[in-house]
């Protein structure tokens, strides 16, 4: 019974973590006001402080970002 608690746990965390990453798929720049694919390599080279994630683009447009020029979200 035990392992099949730890079991239901381990794939809620697994779940809630793909979801997460799914959930940002981009990342705004508070500094610079543009926002990226999460996978761009700016936002690699970003400030954690300056990050902003957005779910969709037009959360991010509506926020008043702009599309990076390098990735084009
Ligand atoms: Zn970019």
Redesign the pocket.
């Known amino acids: 019974m035990k392992k099949f608690i730890a079991a239901i746990v381990a794939g809620v965390m697994l779940t809630a973590t793909f979801a997460t990453v799914l959930a940002s798929s981009y990342v705004g720049n508070a500094n610079s006001r ?1 926002f ?2 999460a996978d ?4 690699s080279k970003m400030n954690s402080a300056n990050r902003v994630n957005f779910n969709t683009r037009d959360e991010a447009i509506n926020a008043g970002y702009v599309p ?1 020029k ?2 084009k ?1």
């Open positions: 543009k990226h694919y761009c390599s700016s936002v990076c390098r990735c979200p």
